[in-house]
């Protein structure tokens, strides 16, 4: 039937460029952007023997930290590889603490199997231990573990959150406020959703802080053509590394106080915080002490990841997010939404149920854990203060401290005939910088414009990830590559 | 502070029943509706202490096969836990086969880690081996890897071939054509996304067959009013059960083909076939069968799935998509949605990765895995073989065999006097009959009405995932039950 004559060779798709949905065709997505795919190619040039002036593309585009060598925790795998494997619960090389979290976990899943399908908001012992682990973070805030939803990662949480609060019809006026610069998922997810995006610039002079003023200036200006509904903040920040002073948080919510603004507070990088003179301070901490008339009205959901902090396990999907204040029906349109979708997945909740209930100094496996734990983030630490004052000292480059999160965000010079070259192009400046960058040396950075900046500035994200020996070459790369472009295109220096 | 003059409480929320998005709100998704809220509550007071007629809930309203009890196939459980801790790689008590699969897994993986992100469409050699599966299946149709994307269970597959079409703006005017009885996923993803809904019924006088003359009126009717754009079909069927044949299906794509309809094909069943003179045939096969001028043009995308078949790995979150003749554009921009919620969870990948890499006749754990794997097949074969004659047995239930798949959905009989009964209290009358059959024996079943079905027709989704001798209780309450409540209604029997 392979030879039949092909006598009416149908031409048309149904799905095209021009029937696809244009809000997704409005999606952008840097961090996977452009400039990863053309990492790729170049990857699998060299693969198949092709030669570059480098031996390796070295991706510092996204925190992936495993794939950039970092070492998962012994003791979250251990229960992790119990709960999947449980006849491994008879095996002597297994901690007895790790055990007794496994069985736990499993009491908890259907059939004590992390083959089930659990509630769509998460197995109801790790909600607890979340709550428990929330309430001692905040020092005894309260927290309900009915409150507590387990997601597939942060980003589903984020979306899911937006997906309530974005109407499809209403859709282009509901107005969502985002830092900028933003980490790409916020404006992905406002694309899709044909929502409005209300920029809120941070203040790139005072080492990234938000601005209460510049809140209000965003706001008003986008009363004129949008109702701004939702304040979306990254705390730390990402890509900028800022951590919020509580004075800030407190701003920031009595403004969404006034305001009636529903606030997301994405505090993924809530354990990566490295300047000695910073705190990570929850939103929903802050909230509580601001007194009972906000902290009984501010509608609040703040994020959590297994992705980042000293874990950085991406891969298992994990999270949960904390609603503040949701009506209650609200609330059960939020689990009808989620039940679509089943439930997260068991063993990224099994993962996230160990960083928030991990071992205590009473128990055999601290040490270990202690060790391991301080270890990532004490490199993580050096990794920022290495990575701030080699980008400084280059010529043309200024870079604020890398106070929390896994990412620096210098601001590079780019000199007017590379910013013209790039128009020529077609393209942005620092998106030319990004490319020429990865040809030249291998290193692939995603350009600022990719996370929005001031116009006629230009940065890109770089993760801090590397190892200090690779981020040491890796930053004299970027050094010598920024010196050489500046030459190229300013016949100066 | 929490003393603090409350003098100016706010009083209205932001995000309420009245600003909800209201496709959220149109969203129904029995599987998890009403009657399993219900359920949870009963279960609850059971372990309070309270007293019911029953000692326990058996929930058979979803197709959560551990839960129901069913073991992991153990292959799988070794592999995964060789891939989440790999110095399980020194145990000798982990065979062979098991190592090679997670060490090959773990080199596809960045720091060779399950903790790190994949690329966005999957780890390259897990889509390798699906396409190297399918063409097995498919006894020789070539599959070209690049055309696979892993999935985050089958559901956000589904969700995310949607998205791309169905057009924001434009959504009340895209006609999507769904099975009746239908998956409610779908009926949910339709409502979310605001498109319409185009029902075309099958046959449940003809063993829930799908009727070609039926398609054709479904399509017709819905012109009058919108613009049909794609077909979905569930085969093996769900909640219908039925397998379909090669001639149905090659008049469906014929259909398709001229009609230029994008096709959506549930195949998570293929392994769940247990009619003798039934046989899962895939909708790629019998396209490629039909000639080029329909394999080379007929847009098409299988689901597939590791929480059915015999693994049933539910909690895992894993699964895949093949996706034929998509526009090379289109394709770009579907990558790009994936990539913004990154990757599916690792470990789902590699539960499908051994899926379809199972221990081959020539391997040491081929006896074990195959004694496994028939054992919950030959089981399934059994309960649904029981299931029906059971059903078919109680006066006022007619219940189509169970080919395939994990349901039965036989329609009940409800007297005139229970319909009124429900109409005044504003549920469906099967709700009613449901409620009342979880209240007198704690039996979970979700209401024919949940997943559509012909007026005046009713019908529940009981799954046949129990054990024989639970199943046996469980029938023959559901016997006794309704046999009692057509006495009550009708005074008869």
Redesign the interface.
């Known amino acids: ?2 030879i ?1 004559k ?5 031409i ?6 021009d ?7 409005a ?1 952008e ?1 840097a ?3 452009p400039i990863v795919l053309k990492a790729g190619e170049i990857e699998r040039y060299l693969e198949e023997g092709g030669t570059k002036p480098f031996s390796e593309v070295i991706k510092a585009n ?1 925190g ?7 070492q ?1 925790i012994t003791f979250l ?2 229960v ?2 119990l709960c ?2 449980p006849e ?1 619960m008879d ?1 002597p ?1 297994f901690p007895e603490d790790a055990k007794w979290r496994a069985r736990r976990i499993l009491q908890g ?3 004590h ?8 908001p998460g197995v109801e012992c790790i909600r607890k231990d979340i709550a428990a682990y929330i309430e001692q973070r905040d020092e005894g805030v309260p927290s309900d573990w009915e409150n507590i939803y387990l997601t ?2 942060a ?2 949480g984020i ?1 899911t959150i937006l ?7 209403d ?1 282009s006026r509901t107005g969502v406020m985002i830092p900028i610069p933003q980490y790409p ?1 916020y404006s ?2 406002i694309s ?3 929502a409005v995006q209300v920029n809120y610039y941070l203040d790139e002079d005072n080492c990234w802080a938000l601005d209460i003023n510049e809140l209000h200036r965003a706001y008003q200006a986008a009363k004129q053509h949008c109702q701004p ?2 304040i979306c903040i990254i705390n730390p920040g990402n890509p900028t590394g800022q951590v919020q002073s509580k004075k800030c948080i407190e701003e920031v919510l009595h403004f969404a ?1 006034e305001e ?3 606030v997301m507070s994405d505090e993924v990088y809530q354990d990566n915080v490295y300047a000695p003179d910073c705190q990570f301070h929850s939103f929903k901490k802050v909230l509580y ?5 906000y902290f ?4 609040l959901v703040s994020f959590h990841s297994t992705s980042k902090g000293y ?7 994990g999270g949960y997010m904390e609603v503040i ?3 209650p ?2 609330k059960a ?1 939020l689990v ?2 989620l ?10 909740q099994a993962a996230m149920d160990v960083i928030v209930n991990p071992p205590q100094p009473e128990e055999h496996t601290f040490k270990q854990f202690h060790q391991e734990k301080s270890s990532v983030l004490g490199a993580l630490a050096e990794k920022a203060k290495l990575t701030e004052q080699i980008l400084n000292a280059v010529p043309g480059i200024k870079c604020n401290p890398v106070q929390g999160a896994m990412y620096a965000f210098p601001r590079i010079f780019i000199p007017p005939k590379a910013v013209e070259e790039a128009k020529a192009l077609g393209m942005q400046p620092d998106m030319l910088y990004c490319l020429r960058l990865l040809e030249e040396t291998g290193i692939c950075v995603v350009p600022g414009s990719g996370f929005g900046q001031k116009d006629r500035t230009y940065h890109f994200r770089m993760t801090i990830l590397p190892s200090i020996e690779k981020l040491n070459v890796l930053l004299g790369k970027v050094r010598d590559f920024h010196i050489s472009f500046l030459k190229e295109y300013s016949g100066l220096e």
């Open positions: 039937s392979l039949q092909n006598d009416r060779l149908k048309n798709k149904t799905l095209t460029m029937t696809l949905n244009p809000q997704v065709k999606v997505y961090v996977r952007g996204i992936d930290a495993h794939a950039m060598g970092q998962p795998r251990q992790v590889a999947t494997f491994l095996s090389s899943c259907g059939g199997s992390l083959g089930s399908y659990s509630a769509s597939t990662g980003s589903d979306m997906r309530l609060l974005v109407s499809g019809k859709s998922l992905a997810a899709e959703m044909d509904r939702v106080y009636n603004l529903f002490e601001m007194g009972p008339e009984s009205s501010v509608e874990t950085g396990e991406c891969g298992f999907r204040n949701m009506d029906e609200v349109q009808k939404l039940s679509v979708r089943l439930c997260p997945p068991l063993a990224g």
